[in-house]
């Protein structure tokens, strides 16, 4: 009974959603100035892993998305933290010791996660509308899009949209947050 609760659609996007918001902040906490208090890198360290870890448990589709995502993010150099390697082990461990290996869809969104963020990381730094429109993290809801289609397999669209948009909503609130400290 417990297992069907925490396992359902609606915690699922629960858990989506809190994954983008903790990585966030932890990535805050470490690269952009925010301070909270004394180990709150940490602290959000092991919450973006466990919430990365519930969605490694709670679907295998899930969890080869969200592998595939890890995977892009040590090769691209992200992992560059503590708190943002405690949070990488601990997903991994999880898909390790819960999940089963899907080649197809981990690849799949592997290399679409690694070309996207090539290019983040290459292309759209020398592009200065781009930049400025601040495009970033459309290659997640829009490829969950496509394999939701293509499969009808709706939930890893559910996870990455949610995932991303909470994700860029605590980025931009403390874009804006530093930006009235600037400005005063």
């Given amino acids: 009974m417990l297992e069907n609760i925490f396992l359902s659609l609606p915690m699922i996007i629960v858990y989506a959603l809190l994954y983008g918001v903790t990585m966030k902040i932890a990535d805050l906490l470490n690269e952009h100035g925010l301070k909270w208090f004394k180990g709150s890198g940490i602290v959000f360290g092991i919450l973006w892993g466990l919430f990365g870890s519930l969605l490694v448990v709670s679907d295998v589709t899930v969890a080869n998305v969200i592998l595939a995502?890890?995977?892009?993010?040590?090769?691209?150099?992200?992992?560059?933290?503590?708190?943002?390697?405690?949070?990488?082990?601990?997903?991994?461990?999880?898909?390790?010791?819960?999940?089963?290996?899907?080649?197809?869809?981990?690849?799949?969104?592997?290399?679409?996660?690694?070309?996207?963020?090539?290019?983040?990381?290459?292309?759209?730094?020398?592009?200065?509308?781009?930049?400025?429109?601040?495009?970033?993290?459309?290659?997640?809801?829009?490829?969950?899009?496509i394999f939701a289609l293509v499969t009808n397999n709706w939930i890893v669209f559910f996870v990455l949209t949610f995932f991303a948009v909470f994700y860029h909503i605590i980025e931009y609130s403390f874009e804006n947050e530093q930006e009235k400290v600037a400005g005063a």
């Fill in 69 to 145: 995502m890890v995977l892009v993010y040590i090769l691209r150099g992200l992992v560059d933290y503590k708190n943002h390697a405690l949070a990488t082990v601990m997903i991994i461990l999880s898909f390790l010791a819960f999940s089963n290996f899907q080649y197809g869809i981990f690849f799949i969104f592997f290399f679409v996660f690694l070309i996207a963020g090539y290019l983040k990381d290459v292309v759209i730094p020398y592009r200065k509308f781009i930049k400025k429109t601040k495009i970033c993290g459309w290659w997640y809801p829009v490829s969950g899009l």
